[in-house]
């Protein structure tokens, strides 16, 4: 179930973060044919990456319930005006749940791509992408743009395998996104973050 976690969280983020541009993120708050888009790609991604051996249309119709459930997220967020790291912060749990509570289906499946990678594939994105963006809500920069050297930095450090090269890593990290982005918070705090769980996550799982 662990393995089939990682697979659609991977979906999930790929879809929700990577094949997400600037263009997405501001046109589905006022279009719906582009939040259509936008759930139409977090479904394929979804599909992509849970397939295997014993994917069938009972896997495929359990991920468009996720991309339908998807949409009703988005939606409702977009109509209460969500903002801020808690807005945020609930409309990416209440995607877990959604994932969560549809694990079942894919408890037979053989996953084309090997759970190391598929989890450090997913914590990879999730640390570039979901931790950068939860630091700039909660300290509400205005308008979002992408850190691109943190991205890297907190994008590479679950591919380290390592405790000591995460900390070198991260202090090469810090005083280079310091250096370029002059100090944020918003971009030294994610680091640390992003870090700090890597090396929890070596230690521990």
Known sequence: MLNAFFHLYLGHLFGDYVLQNGWIALGKLRSRSILFLHVLLVTLSHVFFACGKGFGWKQLLAVFGIGALHYVTDMTKIKVSSKGWIGYSVDQLVHILIILAFLGFFKDVSFWLPEWISARLAFSIFNAYLIGILFHTVFNRGGYRRDILGYVFRGIFP??????????????????????????????????????????WEVFV
């Open 159 to 200: 591919w380290l395998g390592s405790v000591w090269l995460t900390a070198v890593v991260f202090l090469l990290g810090v005083w280079s996104c310091g250096k370029v982005y002059r100090w944020r918070k918003d971009v030294l705090l994610s680091l640390i973050v992003s870090a700090a769980l890597t090396i929890m």
